[in-house]
Nanobody, 130 residues
Framework: EVQLQASGGGLVQAGGSLRLSCAASGFTFDGYAIGWFRQVPGKPREGVSSMRSSDGSTYYADSVKGRFTISTDNAKNTVYLQMNSLKPEDTAVYYC???????????????????????WGRGTQVTVSS
């Protein structure tokens, strides 16, 4: 059974840092993309960052570029999201997700589109105070 468990959220002051972890079980990252998404009540889900395991390509939303870094520890089957220089607008519930990337060369894979991800973990709350 595929499971994802996000952790590491909390309350931090603006300018501070947090590192989120996403522990995966029931599968390995080979052939998968792992993504981080966030959602604020009443607003659409937003893709934050993702990594394609096949070549290590990483993707970031413009709003977090230069501040957030996604990484993996394959030995621990864990994905991390290092979040620096946090802003109040980063406040949200953060989710990790995993999905396979179709091998069809004609398929346009959109790395920060949540519909591309089949497996989702429970979220972890991040609150940034001003």
């Amino acid at each position: 059974e595929v499971q994802l468990q996000a952790s590491g959220g909390g309350l931090v002051q603006a300018g501070g840092s947090l590192r989120l972890s996403c522990a995966a079980s029931g599968f390995t990252f080979d052939g998968y993309a792992i993504g981080w998404f966030r959602q604020v009540p009443g607003k659409p889900r937003e893709g934050v960052s993702s990594m394609r395991s096949s070549d290590g390509s990483t993707y970031y939303a413009d709003s977090v570029k230069g501040r957030f870094t996604i990484s993996t520890d394959n030995a621990k089957n864990t994905v991390y999201l290092q979040m620096n220089s946090l802003k109040p607008e980063d406040t949200a519930v953060y989710y990790c997700a995993a999905g396979t990337i179709p091998s069809d060369s004609d398929y346009l894979w959109v790395p920060l589109n949540g519909d591309e991800y089949r497996y989702w973990g429970r979220g972890t709350q991040v609150t940034v105070s001003s």
